[in-house]
Each structure stands twice: as structure tokens, then as C-alpha cells.
């Protein structure tokens, strides 16, 4: 492990997070204003978000990592209450609806979102356990079996919100997870066309997501008969706001702060559509940036992953590193049209705390798995020199 990698990477999140406070500081305005009589009332919260996150990320770079799997129960202590907090949020338990979903846990004037910590409860007790099974990964139960059923609990859970997102991030964080740990093939590609089909069955009993879907594949004919934004679907019309916004900003963008959309044509400006009104503003040289970004982010991630001193640390960084570049590329996919609709946060970007403080998490536990395998690379040149005198 080179000390170098472990700065660029502390460098690459830190441009990431820069360029989210200029292009939120902007995105907010309309909408601050509108809601809350001040234009940086969005900004003002997201930059206590921010101190929070940085707080939590440097505690975890300096907690050692190994602790989650040789502190008896603690992965399974940390799996257990995010369970807790995923049934608290369900109606049945006195969870409160939000635009068709329960999502959300309110702590006075911060909402919390259980399934942001469960993304992360799963790498950590996947690969707790995965570690811990050796070579016995390869077996159907325990290499299959117990972490499809570990996975099947929060994944039950969240789709009750329902949160599909979630769901698809928790999932694919698994079962890459297992793949890297040397889960079998053979159990691992039926198990997860079965999930698959599982989740595709439970959505097209939603009517929203059926909608969403809908208006995506029907987007291209709806394009040539030139449907207006009046009869445009809901489902359909963020989307074509922000590939107006895009088209907007060509090469060089309008100008930071000169954005037409966040005038209240493109409602989650601030939040999931964030990227087309940095897009607009900046030009193609901001969208370029911020691809390069999230794909330095994951390349170093692996690097930091391969170069790591044990099976655990392996885990830990390619499932923290999945999450935050995942949700990346599934929200600019949403954003470019390229993808159905789905209210997925681009990370560092997208204003809210819970998503915010799940992604420093993460930061912070691939930071701790390259300091500590730094340290003991340094400590066998360190035996091997004096061996040699």
C-alpha cells in the first residue's frame, strides 16, 4: 500500500464534496427561498451535514477495522439495531407516510433514513461472516444461504417502505460481496436472477414504479409526436427537465447561479436532479469532472482493496467503495434519461444528512483498511531490514 494512493483518494472526495457545496449553494436557491424565506437555508443545513460527516469519516479512518470482526457481536450488535430502525419506520410500528412511502425516522427537526445504514450493515456483516467461513464460502449454506437470507431480511424490510433503490443497492453491495469472498458461481447467478425476477414481481404490483417504467420506454415516442410538458406524464416530466437543463448548459454552461431550471420547472433541483443543474450552469467540462471523479474514486478504492492486508479489509473496501460509486452512476443514469426515474441521491452532491453521513462512513472505513494495511506494510520492511542485519 502507498501512502500516495491513500492522499489522492482523500483528494478525489474532497473535490467531490467542493464541487457539491458550489453547485448546491446554487441548486437551493429557488427552492430555499420559496420554502423557508432564505436562499441559504439548504446550504446552511447541508454544511452542518458536512461537519458531521467529516467527523464521523476521520473517526472511522482512525477506528481499526479488524474491531468489526474480533469484537465478539459487534457486526451482529450493528445489523440488529438497523433492523430496529428499519421496523420503527414502517407504518405498522407507528412510522409516518410521506408521499406514499415510509421512509423516514424524525428526531426533531432531522429526519433520519434507516436504509442509507443498512447499505452499510450489510458489507460489514457479509463480511464478518464471509471471512470468518474461509474456505467454507464455497459451501451452498454457509457461502449462500446464510448471507441470502442476511440479505433477504433488509431487503424484505425496505421494500415494505417501499424503497426499490435501496433495495437494488443493498442487494447488488451483497452479492458483489459474496462474489469477491468466493461465492460459488453456480449458486450465485441463479440466486440472483431469482432476486431479480423476486423484485421486478413486487414492482409491477406498485403503481408508481409501473408508471415510471412506462413513461421510460414510451419516452422516445413521446419525443416524436412532440408531447408538451402540459400532457407530459408525472413520471416522465423531471427527466425531460433536466435533459433540458443539460441541453442548456452546452460546452460551457450558462453561468454558476444563471440557471432557468431550478426556477421551480425542476422540482428536486436540489436533491436527486442536483447533477443537471451543475450541468446546466458548467457546462459539459462539470459533467465530465464529475464522471472522472466518481471513476477515480472506485479505481483507487480497488487499488486500495488489492493492496489490503487481509480477506476482511478486501470486503469491506469493495463494499463501501460499490455503494457511494453505484448510487453515482445509477443517478446519472436517472438524470441522462438513460434510466427509469428513481429518487436515488447522487453522493456529495444531493442535499440530505443521512446520505451524507452514510457516504463519509464509507470514505472512512476504505481510509482506515489502506492506513492500517500502510502501517503494517511498513512494520514487515521494518522485521525484514533488521532480520537482514
Not at 467542493?18 to 432564505?38: F, P, Q, T
Request: proline share 3%.
Amino acid at each position: 500500500m502507498r501512502k500516495s494512493a491513500l492522499f489522492a483518494f482523500a483528494l478525489v472526495v474532497a473535490a467531490l464534496v467542493a464541487l457539491g457545496l458550489i453547485v448546491l449553494s446554487s441548486a437551493s436557491e429557488a427552492n430555499g427561498i420559496r420554502l423557508h424565506k432564505d436562499a441559504y437555508f439548504f446550504l446552511k443545513r447541508q454544511s452542518i451535514y458536512l461537519g458531521v460527516g467529516i467527523a464521523v469519516a476521520v473517526f472511522t479512518a482512525l477506528f481499526d477495522y479488524h474491531r468489526w470482526r474480533d469484537i465478539p457481536g459487534l457486526a451482529w450488535f450493528a445489523y440488529a439495531v438497523v433492523t430496529g430502525l428499519l421496523l420503527l419506520v414502517l407504518p405498522e410500528f407507528g412510522g409516518r407516510m410521506v408521499n406514499g412511502s415510509a421512509r423516514w425516522i424524525s428526531l426533531g427537526p432531522v429526519n433520519v433514513q434507516p436504509s442509507e445504514f443498512a447499505k452499510l450493515a450489510i458489507v460489514i456483516v457479509l463480511a464478518v461472516w464471509l471471512d470468518r467461513a474461509a474456505w467454507r464460502v464455497e459451501l451452498f449454506v454457509k457461502g449462500l444461504v446464510v448471507p441470502c437470507c442476511l440479505i433477504a431480511v433488509y431487503a424484505g424490510l425496505v421494500i415494505r417502505e417501499p424503497d426499490f433503490g435501496s433495495v437494488m443497492v443493498i442487494g447488488a453491495a451483497g452479492g458483489l460481496v459474496m462474489f469477491v469472498a468466493g461465492t460459488r458461481m453456480r449458486y450465485l447467478v441463479p440466486t440472483g436472477l431469482l432476486g431479480a425476477a423476486g423484485a421486478a414481481a413486487v414492482m409491477a404490483f406498485n403503481a408508481n414504479r409501473v408508471r415510471r417504467l412506462l413513461a421510460f420506454l414510451n419516452s422516445a415516442q413521446e419525443t416524436a409526436e412532440k408531447v408538451t410538458t402540459a400532457n407530459m406524464p408525472a413520471a416522465q416530466y423531471q427527466a425531460h427537465m433536466a435533459l433540458v437543463a443539460i441541453k442548456n448548459g452546452g460546452l460551457w454552461g450558462v453561468g454558476l447561479g444563471e440557471s432557468m431550471q431550478k426556477q421551480h420547472y425542476l422540482p428536486e433541483c436540489h436533491t436527486d436532479f442536483i447533477f443537471a443543474v451543475g450541468a446546466e450552469e458548467l457546462g459539459l467540462f462539470f459533467s465530465v469532472a464529475v464522471i472522472l471523479l466518481f471513476l477515480a474514486f472506485f479505481c483507487i478504492s480497488v487499488y486500495i482493496a488489492r493492496n489490503a492486508s487481509d480477506r476482511f479489509g478486501r470486503f469491506l473496501v469493495i463494499g463501501m467503495a460499490f455503494i457511494v460509486f453505484f448510487q453515482a452512476v445509477f443517478n446519472l443514469g436517472v438524470v441522462c434519461e438513460a434510466l427509469p426515474t428513481k429518487g436515488m441521491a447522487l453522493p456529495f452532491f444531493s442535499y440530505g444528512g443521512t446520505n451524507l453521513l452514510s457516504a463519509f462512513f464509507a470514505v472512512g472505513t476504505i481510509l482506515s483498511v489502506g492506513i492500517h494495511s500502510y502501517r503494517d506494510r511498513k512494520r514487515v520492511l521494518a522485521r525484514s531490514v533488521l532480520m537482514r542485519l
